[in-house]
């Protein structure tokens, strides 16, 4: 069974920092792009981030840029993504996914497979 499994979210103040992590399981994820999205109340899911498996290409939101880092651990088949600097209007769920197509320039959830079942972030001001 496929399963992408995030943690680290929860409650944090405007200026505070909070890591994510995906558990990836089910297949073999190290060739795959991973991506956080996220999605607020009466918002469409956006994309936040993305990493190619060879960690050579990254993608930012123009609205993380500076802020939030992407990375991963492909032997723990894992991908974080590190929040600095938080703002309220970084509260949503926060999801990752999987693309086992090739790198984009300017990813979009249509191409990502598989999901997580989002972990939620509330940024407090």
């Known amino acids: 069974q496929v399963q992408l499994v995030e943690s680290g979210g929860g409650l944090v103040q405007a200026g505070g920092s909070l890591r994510l992590s995906c558990a990836a399981s089910?297949?073999?994820?190290?060739?795959?792009?991973m991506g956080w999205f996220r999605q607020a109340p009466g918002k469409e899911r956006e994309v936040v981030a993305a990493?190619?498996?060879?960690?050579?290409?990254?993608y930012y939101a123009d609205f993380v840029k500076g802020r939030f880092t992407i990375s991963r651990d492909n032997a723990k088949s894992t991908v974080y993504l590190q929040r600095n600097n938080l703002k309220p209007e970084d509260t949503a769920v926060y999801y990752c996914?999987?693309?086992?197509?090739?790198?984009?320039?300017?990813?979009?959830?249509?191409?990502?497979?598989?999901w997580g079942q989002g972990t939620q972030v509330t940024v407090s001001s």
């Open positions: 996914a999987a693309d086992p197509g090739f790198w984009k320039r300017r990813p979009s959830a249509e191409t990502y497979d598989y």
């Open positions: 089910g297949r073999t994820f190290s060739r795959d792009v």
């Open positions: 990493i190619s498996w060879t960690l050579s290409s990254t």
